[in-house]
């Protein structure tokens, strides 16, 4: 059930372009920020790394540096 007080995503995403590109207030700014944590439009950075070849490169690194302490 959509409710007409409450922004929708689209509307949100209209609020940040206006303010980008127009004249800048702390207080709906703020607000915007808000109502997109809310209506989860800020995704969270995934790590990408892919952990086996992480582990691959310490594990190259670590046998370059013994073969030079031992060589």
Wanted: hydrophobic share 45%; proline share 6%.
């Amino acid at each position: 059930m959509e409710h007409p007080d409450i922004a929708t995503p689209e509307e949100v995403l209209a609020t940040f372009t206006e303010l980008m590109r127009g004249e800048k207030s702390a207080e709906r700014l703020k607000a915007a920020e808000q109502l997109a944590k809310y209506h989860s439009l800020f995704a969270p950075k995934e790590d990408t790394a892919d952990p086996s070849e992480a582990a691959a490169a310490v594990e190259a690194a670590v046998a370059d540096i013994l073969a030079e302490h031992h060589a």
